[in-house]
């Protein structure tokens, strides 16, 4: 696989993920400015990935900040930092993120700035190899979950693109894959952006791994038919008490999952899991512009102009709905976050 992003020559290079699956095109961002407008574009997207884009954004910013004093540097961080974190609200790896460049900038008062400049851009690559780890993690334990001969049913892009690399819910499936078991993914297409349909059918052919394409409202055929054994999505953001934020449509599916029986696994690192953030309820929920909806991926319209549009990006699903979260400290149940992730 191509990697979703790295830092190479001095700029991060981004692969542009609104051009899949017809183009593999790079973006080499040489200012902050367009990594944010990157995030905020989608030609990077998924959480994990996102994080990872925006502490390279850091590092990238931190390289033009001229000054000679520690404080104005600081301060030319945290302009940074809040100039990406208002790329997009709901996935809180990218606040996670943030988060950690300003501590490496708080912890390395009083060394050189080019030592803490130098300190940034190893501090985002540390992020990008630990998300890759985490992600083999989430697979080893989630394909203990997946049996010989499953159909497994996945929304929106959760796959090495919307991570460092190897992914969430489709490391879940690399890995039973990779352990030999013959398994069948159902790509639910995921409307209005088509992450299923251009992004996890793409990934997933690349490595060979079969998968078939539905669109979002065949799920609860399928699973009536007895074609589907499980469920395994990922996460922008997972609360306290294990309500989860994902990509909208996540929720019909986990409650058409609950009505035949069917378990409904969520994979996330735990840099997804937010435990300052009570429950779902006060989750910020992203609303995009309308022409998503009102037309597919740049068609010409497909509703008459002027039609009132909603395109809430994301849905909240309620922990009671959540078979078990799969981590890479293990599989938990939803209400167990806390007490396995406090520290
Ligand atoms: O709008 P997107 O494409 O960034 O939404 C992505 C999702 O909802 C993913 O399922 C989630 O970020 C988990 S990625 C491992």
Do not use: E, K, N, W
């Given at each position: 696989m191509v990697p979703t992003v790295e830092w190479r020559d001095g700029a991060v290079r981004i692969?542009?993920?609104?051009?899949l699956p017809g183009a593999v095109e790079f973006l080499d961002c040489r200012d902050y400015h367009t990594v944010a407008r990157a995030i905020k574009e989608l030609r990077v997207r998924g959480a994990p990935a996102i994080g990872v884009t925006a502490a390279m954004g850091v590092a990238l910013g931190a390289?033009?900040?001229?000054?000679?004093e520690y404080e104005d540097f600081a301060q030319g961080v945290l302009e940074i930092c809040a100039h990406l974190a208002?790329?997009?609200?709901?996935?809180?790896n990218l606040f996670w993120a943030l988060e950690r460049m300003k501590q490496t900038v708080a912890r390395s008062r009083g060394k050189p700035l080019e030592d803490i400049k130098r300190g940034l851009i190893e501090e985002s690559q540390r992020l990008l190899d630990d998300d890759i780890a985490v992600n083999k993690a989430i697979g080893r334990h989630g394909a203990e979950l997946v049996a010989d001969g499953h159909a497994i049913l996945t929304h929106c892009n959760a796959g090495a693109l919307a991570t460092?690399?190897?992914?969430?819910a489709l490391g879940v499936v690399r890995a039973a894959w990779e352990q030999g078991k013959k398994i069948r993914v159902l790509a639910g297409e995921t409307r209005p952006v088509l992450q299923g349909a251009r992004l996890t059918v793409w990934e997933l052919m690349q490595d060979r791994i079969p998968v078939t394409l539905i669109t979002d409202n065949m799920a609860g055929a399928l699973m009536k038919l007895g074609r589907i054994n499980l469920c395994v999505v990922g996460a922008d953001r997972i609360a306290a008490n294990g309500d989860v934020a994902n990509k909208i449509g996540t929720y019909s599916i986990a409650v058409l999952a609950m009505a035949h029986g069917i378990p409904f696994y969520v994979a996330a690192p735990?840099?997804?899991?937010?435990?300052?953030?009570?429950?779902?309820?006060q989750i910020q929920i992203e609303h995009r512009m309308p022409q998503e909806v009102i037309s597919v991926?740049?068609?010409?319209?497909?509703?008459?102009?002027g039609v009132e549009v909603l395109n809430p990006a994301f849905d909240v699903t309620p922990a009671?709905?959540?078979t078990a979260i799969i981590t890479e400290r293990g599989v938990v149940k939803p209400h167990e976050l806390p007490e396995r992730f406090r520290s």
């Open positions: 692969l542009d993920q609104s051009r390289q033009f900040i001229q000054v000679t208002a790329t997009r609200p709901t996935a809180v460092a690399g190897y992914g969430t735990h840099s997804t899991i937010d435990l300052s953030t009570a429950s779902g309820d991926f740049g068609s010409p319209p497909i509703a008459p102009v009671d709905y959540v």
